[in-house]
């Protein structure tokens, strides 16, 4: 396949940054996103030109590392995978690709398409865990049985892969879906419950501190996350606050 | 130097009780005035990082990902070993023990394993208490499955994302500590070397990778969780960023390496496709207990599958082999990992593959699919010869516990696994050499110690599933806490340790100096250039089978090709800013030194054990032949300049409760 690719050029956070032009050539389907990237930065090195920085680890979509927004999409244009599943084979001969950052006033530039999504960390450092100390003298685990669909619910909140495309997705840039998400997996557990009142007060306060926008429920998050995290998390978080803010 | 392993004395069961009855403690108020810096945040850095947080002491933590929450742990799918025999089968700590001794192919130290049996049911306590959502049954109660090599269900898992779950956990409880103040957190850091004071570690330097500052860290000892080394073969399935170099770094500065050769290829991966990959992908081993592996019977079958002018579907049951179940009736599909690779491997080689390449088996889950749907009609009172209803049954039990692997494949391959089977080759997975550590997890080095998968103690040649996570784990949350306190008890009066020391003005010295050939070289090729041809070598010569020629050949195109590399490699950019060509430079010189030890260390154990195979020691039947009479011992290796001057130091593995035979799946 040949390819004209629209890429973000940004030397580093202070810079302003630019979109920019190349042609590629020799892609094939088979290749993932990533692959293609890595095609391109060695014709780029290889003839004295920069490669492109983004960030990715995994690379089998669960480390959330990879971020890129694709032709306008957070992830491109597949469903329910992250850009390191993206594959070639969703573009044709001849397309025009525009890649961009996950833009968002919490998630500066580092370089070209790579952002800082510490924030998400911070929000964390605020109360997203229990308060158990890890001494190995803890109860048996079976000793708290935990509902099945409970614990299935627990589970497909905590999937989160703190990837950042529900942020980069909203037209607010909020960060309501992934705050749920580990919100929800706590209060859907009996482990959670003891905190449950502070976390999510001093979880959603640090949100705020961070400059992430507010929900008005436009549901673009939840199309664009790969993991398909629900925004029944979000009604769940909402109702822990309220209850929380009245006690608290 | 002679090696001492400082296993305590006493029966193996009372051993890790004893020495904790013993050890040296540090009063809560003088933890505070100790510094402990713990490179890597994967399961063993990381609970290591919040354990010793937790206990008082000053944490200092480093990881080359923008979040420790990133770590190559979270990737681990199939789930986590522990010996809570809560399915009543028969499990306990110590057939966890045997089983893992047995595993390893007698290679690994018994004290160490028996106190990783011990501690693994506490670690399932932990990481329930801390939220993590493992598999429930319908009572309320932990869910188990089994995995290769054994013949109980003690593996606790959550879907194909155990590992995720697990760090999950782990970073939950740094968080806590961070947020405290007691965790200093350095995202986007690369250690790159070590400060060694008075013969005793004392601080790294690091390479702060957005602003490209090198900077200088002290502390009274050093955690090295740096995780493996399988990316010296370029293609694995480890994350793109997975390096030795933490490891090779303290290795230079005198921490032995030890059996560097014991690489696990694992069975299950998604095949390589096309000379562009960037990585492979696994598949959980657990898809095994479901999934049956067969080649075609005949080689014309074969042939036609591949030239694709047949399907897999379209081959009877009596067209098939299903080769495992064949040759390995006791363990069938659940024989362990080395045993499953190399028997696909022959099938292959044979001609019997069924992609382009020759180079896949089948996964096959219709059998499954049909079983479970029998069994869900059945409780449904439903109609058992409907065979549509009962296909669409067992397939939402099948996808109820593989959905995300198989939508994995799906997205990589673009073919259902759920109507036709998977495809799936051995790759590089997990290494089970590392730094020689001895019982407290020390390295050679004083106040160095090496946690999880970048020390080599608990796997011997050959590490089965769930057993890695469990490792992680064991050393970062209930053994290095111990061990380390130890250590530290005469330093509490030291007070912090100066950066301006002349130890540490020269390991950044050697850093800068480092940096700047690379980007002062005008060369023609790019990393990934000499990255893939390394791997290239490792794989041909070094990889699933092995033998002299190959490895003598393999000793002298790494050095030289290292040659190659300073002379000709190119670093675009600076190394002012964030620079990825430049990270990635410095991570593959470790390699192209890595590899020629890795290399040196398989030529010398004239054996096969687990996932070291040379091709000159087999039996009759092709299965790997240990000596043990010669090589019942671990090797480590001494830094001298070269890998090829490097000095070989043993390390007698001393069975007392386990007698040593030859492993059998039959
Ligand atoms: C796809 C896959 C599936 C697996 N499934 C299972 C399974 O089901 N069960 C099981 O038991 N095991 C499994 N394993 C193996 C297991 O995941 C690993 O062995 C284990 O997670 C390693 O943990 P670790 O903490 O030692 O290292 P890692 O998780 O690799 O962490 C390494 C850490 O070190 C940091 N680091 C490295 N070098 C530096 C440096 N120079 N400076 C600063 N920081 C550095 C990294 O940033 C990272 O934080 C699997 C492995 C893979 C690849
Ligand atoms: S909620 Fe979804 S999109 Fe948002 S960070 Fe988590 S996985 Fe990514
Ligand atoms: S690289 Fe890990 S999720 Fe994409």
Redesign the interface.
């Known amino acids: 396949m040949k390819l004209t690719l629209k890429i973000w050029r940004q ?2 956070a202070q810079d302003k940054g630019a979109m920019v032009d190349y042609k590629i050539d020799g892609i ?1 389907p ?3 996103f ?2 293609m990237l ?2 391109f ?2 014709q ?3 003839t ?4 492109v ?1 983004f ?11 990879c971020s890129l927004f694709i032709n306008g999409e957070a992830h491109g244009p ?1 469903r ?2 992250t850009t390191c ?1 993206l ?1 070639m ?1 969703m573009f044709k001969d001849g397309d025009t690709i525009t890649i961009e950052p996950f833009r968002a006033a919490a998630f500066p530039v ?2 070209d398409l ?1 952002v ?3 924030a ?2 911070r929000i ?13 003298n ?5 000793t ?5 669909q409970d ?2 619910a ?2 497909d909140a ?2 989160c ?2 990837c950042g495309a529900c942020v980069a997705t909203c037209k607010n840039s909020s960060a309501m879906l992934f705050v749920a998400a580990k919100v929800s ?2 209060a859907l ?1 009996p ?2 419950q003891v905190e449950a009142v502070d976390r999510v007060l001093n979880m959603v306060k640090q949100m705020d501190d961070e400059g992430f926008g507010n929900c008005t429920n436009t549901g673009a998050c939840e199309v664009e996350c790969p993991k398909g995290i629900s925004l029944e998390n979000i009604a769940r978080m909402n109702r822990e606050y309220l209850s929380a803010s009245m006690k608290g | 130097m002679a090696l001492d392993s400082k296993i305590p004395d006493g029966a193996i069961a009372d051993k890790w009780t004893n020495y904790k009855d013993h050890i040296n403690l540090v009063n809560p108020a003088n933890k505070r005035n100790l510094d402990i810096i713990v490179v890597g945040t994967g399961l063993a850095g990381g ?1 290591a990082a ?2 010793l947080a ?1 206990l008082g002491y000053n944490v200092k933590a480093f990881c080359f ?6 770590a ?1 742990s ?2 681990a799918q199939g789930g986590i070993n522990a010996a ?1 025999n ?1 399915k009543g089968d028969g499990d306990s700590v110590y057939r966890l023990f045997y089983d893992t001794v047995k595993g390893g192919d007698y290679r690994a130290r018994e004290s160490n394993v028996h106190r990783l049996a011990e ?1 693994s049911s ?1 670690i ?8 993590v ?10 869910d188990n499955r089994s995995f290769g090599g054994t013949l109980v269900s003690r593996t606790f898992y ?2 194909g ?1 155990t590992g ?2 697990l760090l ?1 956990g782990a ?3 740094m ?2 500590q ?2 405290r103040g007691k965790i200093k ?1 350095h ?1 986007r850091h690369e250690m790159l070397e070590l400060v060694i004071i008075d013969g005793k570690a004392r601080g790294i330097i690091a390479r702060n990778l ?1 602003t490209g500052e090198i900077e200088r860290h002290s502390a009274h000892a050093v955690v090295i969780g740096s995780g493996g080394y399988g990316n010296v073969f370029f293609l694995s399935t480890n ?3 997975s390096n030795a170099t933490a490891a090779w770094k303290i290795h230079k500065k005198g921490a032995f390496f030890a059996n560097p050769c014991y690489t696990q290829i694992h069975p299950t991966c998604i095949p390589v ?2 000379d ?4 492979l ?2 598949m959980s081993e657990s898809l095994r207990n479901d999934g049956r592996i067969w080649v075609p019977a005949k080689l014309e079958d074969a042939k036609a599958i591949r030239e694709g002018k047949k399907k897999a579907t379209d081959l009877a049951e009596a067209d098939r082999d299903y080769f495992l179940e064949r040759r390995y009736p006791a363990f069938g599909n659940l024989v362990p990992r080395d045993v499953a690779s190399r028997a696909a491997k022959e099938r292959c080689d044979a001609g019997f593959g069924v992609n382009k390449t020759g180079e896949a088996v089948y996964l096959d889950f219709a059998a499954a699919i049909k079983r479970y749907g029998a069994e869900a009609a059945y409780v449904k009172s439903l109609d058992a010869n409907d065979s549509a209803l009962i296909t669409k049954l067992g397939t939402e039990i099948v996808k109820s516990k593989y959905g995300n692997l198989f ?2 494949y799906y ?2 391959v ?1 073919e259902d696994p759920y109507t036709s089977p998977m495809m799936i080759y051995p790759a590089v997975h997990y290494t089970m050499g590392g730094t020689w550590v001895d019982y407290n997890l020390m390295t050679t080095i004083p106040g160095c110690f090496s946690i999880g998968e970048s020390n080599f103690s608990d796997h011997g040649a050959n590490r089965l599933g769930a057993s890695a996570l469990m490792q992680g784990l064991a050393d970062g ?2 053994v290095l806490p111990y061990t380390i306190g130890d250590y530290l008890a005469p330093d509490i009066k030291m007070g912090a340790i100066s950066t301006d020391r002349p130890e540490f003005v020269e390991a950044e010295n050697s850093v800068k100096e480092l940096i700047a050939n690379f980007m002062d070289n005008k060369g023609t090729h ?1 990393v ?2 000499f990255h893939k041809k390394l791997g290239k070598i490792m794989w041909d010569k070094v990889g699933m089978a092995r033998n002299e020629k190959g490895l003598n050949e393999a000793i002298s195109e790494i050095a030289a090709l290292r040659e190659e590399f300073y002379k000709d490699v ?1 670093v ?2 600076t190394d002012k ?2 620079n ?2 430049l990270e990635k430079a410095i991570r593959v010189a470790d390699f192209l030194e890595l590899g020629e030890l890795f290399a040196k260390d398989a030529l010398h154990r004239n054996e096969s054990c687990g996932g070291h195979f040379r091709e000159e020691y087999q039996t009759e039947e092709g299965e790997a032949l240990r000596d043990d009479e010669n090589f019942a011992y671990v090797a480590a290796w001494e830094y001298k300049g070269k890998p090829s001057d490097a000095v070989l130091h043993k390390e007698a593995l001393v069975y007392e409760n386990i007698k040593l035979v030859q492993r059998s799946y039959k």
């Open positions: 030397k580093n094939e088979d290749m993932s990533l692959e890595d095609v930065n060695e780029q090195i290889n004295g030109g920069d490669p920085a960030d990715h680890d995994c690379r089998e979509g669960i480390c959330g590392m597949d329910g995978v599943q594959h084979r580092v370089k790579v800082n999504r510490s998400f960390d964390q450092h605020a109360g997203g865990f229990v308060s158990v100390n890890t001494s190995g803890t109860i048996d685990a079976n708290i049985p935990v509902n099945k614990a299935d627990a589970f905590a999937t892969i703190g997996q706590y557990l482990q959670g | 609970s919040a354990t937790e990902q923008d979040s420790p929450r990133r190559h979270i990737a809570k809560y501690v506490n399932i306590d932990q990481c329930v208490a801390q939220g959502p493992l598999a429930r049954e319908y009572g309320g109660l932990l959550a879907q994302q995720q779950q999950l970073y939950s409880a968080n806590r961070i947020g957190m995202n957005i994350a793109m960023g496709s096309g562009h990959q960037s990585k992908t696994l939508q994995m997205k990589i673009d949350y209930f790019s990934d250039y190119k675009p950019g800013g964030f990825q060509e």
